[in-house]
C-alpha cells in the first residue's frame, strides 16, 4: 500500500452526519476504487473511477458520493442516506501492466 | 449474478504444515485470480495472482493452481510459519474493459498457524 494513503485511521460519526473519507496516491495512476468491508464478508465495492472527472457506481453505491477532480484523490462521502454506515473502508487503485489492484490501508468508521 | 465462493473460512494448522484454500468462481469470462493477504486493522496485501493462461503459479512458499474448466483455483502455503496467520481473499476478475478492473471477492478465509 506504499503510495496510497487513507485518513483518517479511525472515523466516530453520529447518526445523521455526513462524513468525507479520504483517499490519495502518488502512482499516478488511474483508476481508482472504494470498497467496504464488513466483517466475515468479502469486500464490496462501492464506487470506481477511471479518469479525473468521471466515477461509476459500483453494487453498493446507495448512501455514498464521490468526486474525482484531481488525479491524486479520489474521496468518499457517507451521508445521512446510508443506513449502515459503520464498515472498514478501503481505497485501492490499480496499477501496472496487468492490472493489478492494491490498496490502502483503510478507514474503520464508527457510527455512534 | 457473479459470485466467488471460498472455503474453509477458518484454517488452524502446525507451524510447518501446509495449508490449502480453495475458490469456485461463477462467471466463465473471468481471466485474473488474485490472492490477497490481510493483517488485522490493515488493508489486504497482494501476495500472488494466477492469470487463465497458466495453470500453476509458484513464489517461495505460496503457489495457486487453476482449473479453468472447473472453475476452481486454489492457494497453497508450504511451511506455514506463525507469520502466516492472517486473512486470506481470493477474488475472480472479469477481465480488463475500458480500463477497469472489476474484482469480485471471497468471503475470506481465517488462518491461524500454531507454534
Known amino acids: 500500500d506504499g503510495g496510497i494513503t487513507q485518513s483518517p485511521k479511525y472515523l466516530f460519526r453520529k447518526e445523521g452526519q455526513n462524513v468525507t473519507l479520504s483517499c490519495e496516491q502518488n502512482l499516478n495512476h488511474d483508476a481508482m476504487y472504494w470498497y467496504r468491508q464488513d466483517p466475515g464478508q468479502g469486500l464490496r465495492l462501492i464506487y470506481y473511477s477511471q479518469i479525473v472527472n468521471d466515477f461509476q457506481k459500483g453494487d453498493i453505491a446507495e448512501g455514498y458520493s464521490v468526486s474525482r477532480e484531481k488525479k491524486e484523490s479520489f474521496p468518499l462521502t457517507v451521508t445521512s442516506a446510508q443506513k449502515n454506515p459503520t464498515a472498514f473502508y478501503l481505497c485501492a487503485v490499480t496499477s501496472g501492466r496487468y492490472n493489478e489492484q492494491f490498496f490502502g490501508p483503510g478507514t474503520r468508521l464508527t457510527v455512534l | 449474478g457473479e459470485n466467488v465462493e471460498q472455503h474453509p473460512s477458518t484454517l488452524s494448522v502446525q507451524e510447518g504444515d501446509s495449508a490449502v484454500i480453495k475458490c469456485t468462481y461463477s462467471?466463465?469470462?473471468?481471466?485474473?485470480f488474485p490472492w490477497y493477504k490481510q493483517e488485522l486493522g490493515k488493508g489486504p496485501q497482494l501476495i500472488i495472482d494466477?492469470?487463465?493462461?497458466?495453470g500453476e503459479k509458484k513464489d517461495q512458499r505460496i503457489a495457486v493452481t487453476l482449473n479453468k474448466t472447473a472453475k476452481h483455483f486454489s492457494l497453497h502455503i508450504t511451511e506455514t510459519q506463525p507469520e502466516d496467520s492472517a486473512v486470506y481473499f481470493c477474488a475472480a476478475s472479469g477481465g480488463w474493459s475500458g480500463g477497469y478492473n472489476k474484482l469480485i471477492f471471497g468471503a475470506g478465509t481465517r488462518l491461524a498457524v500454531h507454534p
Open positions: 494466477i492469470r487463465s493462461n497458466v
Open positions: 462467471d466463465s469470462a473471468s481471466n485474473y
